[in-house]
């Protein structure tokens, strides 16, 4: 069992048969009074954050997660289908375990299922994805003396801000952690 000592982003605890992935933490030694560690978590299933302080040394109950790397075949709505790339074994998943990750993916691309026990329970995207820019206004002659943006939307239908010299049609490598512009592909 684990202890609020060892807090690191991206561990996964389950309080109260709920899982909770810590996103932020900070071990606080006030002059006077017990030591304590201050997080930030968000429940996995639903995406709400919240706030939780904890005292020193307290136990808590860590998830031990199972990552596999699946391809996704195709998604409707609110369903993704993916394979296994070993077994060949396809799993449909729901729309809400996709969750925001779904803005970044594409037929064909490979995500990893976080599961607990045999059960999916999470879905993270790449941390970078290539994608073509389907709709952007032309950048203004000149107006680049500033360094300014404006917004692209991609093929999978989430609008990012890229550098006024980007074009309609290009590649751009997308960062899926912020949802920034990182380049553009050739």
Not at 10 to 23: E, K, W
Not at 43 to 53: F, N
Not at 141 to 150: L, P, Q, V
Request: net charge negative; glycine share 8%.
């Amino acid at each position: 069992m684990a202890t609020s000592n060892d807090f690191r982003r991206g561990m996964v605890l389950n309080i109260d048969g709920r899982y909770f992935q810590i996103t932020e933490f900070q071990h606080v030694n006030p002059g006077k009074g017990a030591a304590f560690v201050r997080s930030k978590m968000k429940d996995v299933v639903q995406g709400k954050v919240i706030e939780k302080t904890w005292r020193a040394g307290e136990k808590v109950t860590e998830v031990r997660l199972e990552r596999r790397s699946y391809q996704l075949l195709y998604h409707t709505e609110d369903s993704y289908t993916v394979m296994d790339p070993d077994t060949y074994e396809q799993i449909d998943l729901s729309g809400d375990l996709v969750g925001s990750a779904s803005d970044f993916l594409t037929d064909n691309c490979q995500i990893d299922v976080l599961s607990v026990e045999g059960r999916p329970i999470m879905v993270e995207a790449p941390n970078f994805v290539e994608l073509s820019i389907t709709k952007s206004d032309p950048g203004l002659k000149g107006d680049t003396a500033t360094g300014g943006t404006k917004p692209a939307t991609l093929e999978t239908g989430v609008v990012v801000q890229v550098p006024l010299f980007v074009k309609e049609g290009e590649k751009i490598r997308v960062d899926t952690r912020t949802g920034q512009y990182m380049e553009r592909v050739k």
